[in-house]
């Protein structure tokens, strides 16, 4: 005995297109559509057809009864209005089925329903005979002295055949109508879809080439917008790869220097050990490890602002409610410790706004550290934090120092930029972009001016209320 394996369904399941199913749905809405429709409609005309002809039998039956004129018929007087009714069958019969006319006449079926109105149990009664394909009435007829019952028979061909016709016709409406939905959905989604085709390709052309073009928007309906956020989220992460490419440059070329700085003291170094070589004066050696701590202190620093800088490209992960006073004291409490001999004026009013404490404390500290940088020896730092009156305030930072030049104003915020004054000083150049992006990560800004003494004066300005 052999065994069959149960067969395996094909590919699971086929995926149906969007397309697909749009057509569908139209043509399933528009057949229900239609079938409801054309059901109301025939039932409609099916009962009007059926009422019709028991009317007609019904206004037979009444004329028959009003006719009071009688012909001989043999033995039988019977009304004249039964001479006129040679369209359809007709009798009367009695309470056994027997008919009242002594000669014979095309009967109409005879059954329960009709010996139940003769005998006098019932006074009319409604039914069709499948057998013959008629609409059968039967009525009490007093004509004659003993219980009679008049029963009239309607062929039904007629209305049958103008059913069926009206059966044909809705079917062929309905299902021309099911097409033309068909036709009407394909051709809707195929419109519909050709932006959601657009952005399908788009996103495979960034995954496979990294080519981040925006699409062409067309309308403004609902895929045109989102066309619109596809293009911005498309610029964003250009944007992000322009500025993660810019930091990696700059980032190489900042790090260039201290590193080759470091590897021509090793080799110095390094060669005045080797056999015969002339060996290094004790103040020429003190020089080059001085040298070389200052410049890995240099790259320290560099490494730190680096990390501090590529993690305030993305926006902080905890927001959080921030008393502004808090932080810039905590800030002001770790530049006393590095300041020396400078000093520091404060004043500082409630500020209260929801970010990210630690990112705030690092940009204020950053701006300290610069105006200490730049003050001369026993100068002194003004810190001003106060309300501007319009849902912001600014946190102030002055120096007595040289001051910015000119042409140094528009660029003191940017990464890496050093003027001509700082070169010589330590310092990454990162740490005011630092304190630029932490501003704006918070819906601020940042501004560069000179100062009542003739120093740089750095201002924040953030969000926030003072209650």
């Given at each position: 005995m052999t065994y069959g394996?149960?067969?395996?369904?094909?590919?699971?399941?086929?995926?149906?297109?969007?397309?697909?199913?749009?057509?569908?749905?139209?043509?399933?809405?528009?057949?229900?559509?239609?079938?409801?429709?054309?059901?109301?409609?025939?039932?409609?005309?099916?009962?009007?057809?059926y009422q019709q002809v028991d009317d007609s039998l019904t206004a037979r039956a009444k004329a028959l009864e009003a006719n009071t004129q009688v012909v001989n018929q043999g033995r039988t007087e019977i009304p004249s209005f039964f001479l006129e009714l040679s369209d359809?069958?007709?009798?009367?019969?009695?309470?056994?089925?027997?008919?009242?006319?002594?000669?014979?006449?095309?009967?109409?079926?005879?059954?329960?329903?009709?010996?139940?109105?003769?005998?006098?149990?019932r006074a009319q009664s409604f039914r069709t005979d499948e057998?013959?394909?008629?609409?059968?009435?039967?009525?009490?007829?007093?004509?004659?002295t003993k219980p009679t019952a008049l029963v009239l028979a309607q062929p039904l061909e007629s209305t049958k055949s103008t059913l069926g016709k009206l059966a044909v016709v809705l079917i062929v409406i309905g299902g021309s109508g099911i097409i033309?939905?068909?036709?009407?959905?394909?051709?809707?989604?195929?419109?519909?879809?050709?932006?959601?085709?657009?952005?399908?390709?788009?996103?495979?052309?960034?995954?496979?080439?990294?080519?981040?073009?925006?699409?062409?928007?067309a309308g403004d309906d609902e895929l045109s917008r989102l066309t619109q956020s596809f293009n911005a989220m498309l610029g964003a992460v250009a944007e992000s790869q322009e500025r993660q490419r810019r930091l990696v440059a700059d980032a190489g070329h900042e790090l260039r220097t201290p590193l080759t700085s470091l590897r021509t003291n090793l080799e110095l170094m390094l060669a005045s050990e080797a056999p015969g070589a002339p060996s290094l004066s004790a103040r020429d050696r003190i020089e080059i490890h001085d040298d070389l701590r200052a410049q890995l202190d240099e790259l320290t620093q560099l490494i730190g602002d680096?990390?501090?800088?590529?993690?305030?490209?993305?926006?902080?992960?905890?927001?959080?409610?921030?008393?502004?006073?808090?932080?810039?004291?905590?800030?002001?409490?770790?530049?006393?410790?590095?300041a020396g001999d400078i000093t520091f004026d404060v004043r500082l009013h409630?500020?209260?706004?929801?970010?990210?404490a630690a990112s705030l404390e690092r940009a204020v500290?950053?701006?300290?550290?610069?105006?200490?940088?730049?003050?001369?020896?026993?100068?002194?730092?003004?810190?001003?934090?106060?309300?501007?009156?319009?849902?912001?305030?600014?946190?102030?930072?002055?120096?007595?120092?040289?001051?910015?030049?000119?042409?140094?104003?528009?660029?003191?915020f940017d990464r890496f930029y050093r003027s001509q004054e700082a070169r010589t000083l330590p310092g990454?150049?990162?740490?005011?972009?630092?304190?630029?992006?932490?501003?704006?990560?918070?819906?601020?800004?940042?501004?560069?001016?000179?100062?009542?003494d003739g120093g740089a004066l750095m201002a924040m300005r953030l969000p926030g209320s003072s209650e």
């Open positions: 394996t149960a067969a395996e369904p094909s590919a699971v399941h086929q995926r149906v297109s969007l397309r697909t199913r749009i057509t569908l749905l139209a043509a399933m809405c528009v057949g229900g559509a239609v079938a409801l429709v054309s059901l109301g409609a025939y039932i409609t005309v099916y009962r009007g057809l359809i069958k007709f009798d009367v019969i009695d309470q056994n089925g027997a008919s009242a006319f002594d000669r014979p006449v095309e009967r109409p079926p005879i059954g329960d329903d009709e010996l139940r109105v003769a005998s006098g149990a057998a013959t394909d008629t609409r059968v009435l039967a009525v009490t007829y007093p004509f004659f033309v939905a068909a036709i009407a959905g394909t051709a809707v989604a195929r419109g519909s879809l050709r932006p959601v085709q657009r952005l399908t390709a788009a996103a495979e052309r960034v995954t496979y080439t990294g080519d981040l073009r925006p699409i062409p928007v680096l990390v501090e800088l590529a993690r305030e490209d993305a926006a902080p992960a905890v927001q959080e409610h921030v008393e502004l006073v808090e932080v810039v004291e905590a800030a002001l409490d770790r530049a006393r410790r590095r409630p500020w209260h706004l929801v970010g990210h500290l950053n701006l300290l550290d610069n105006a200490v940088k730049f003050s001369p020896p026993g100068g002194t730092v003004r810190v001003d934090l106060r309300p501007a009156g319009d849902g912001y305030a600014f946190l102030q930072v002055a120096d007595a120092g040289p001051g910015i030049s000119d042409a140094d104003l528009p660029h003191v990454s150049g990162l740490g005011l972009a630092i304190v630029k992006q932490a501003a704006e990560r918070h819906g601020g800004s940042v501004f560069a001016s000179r100062s009542a």
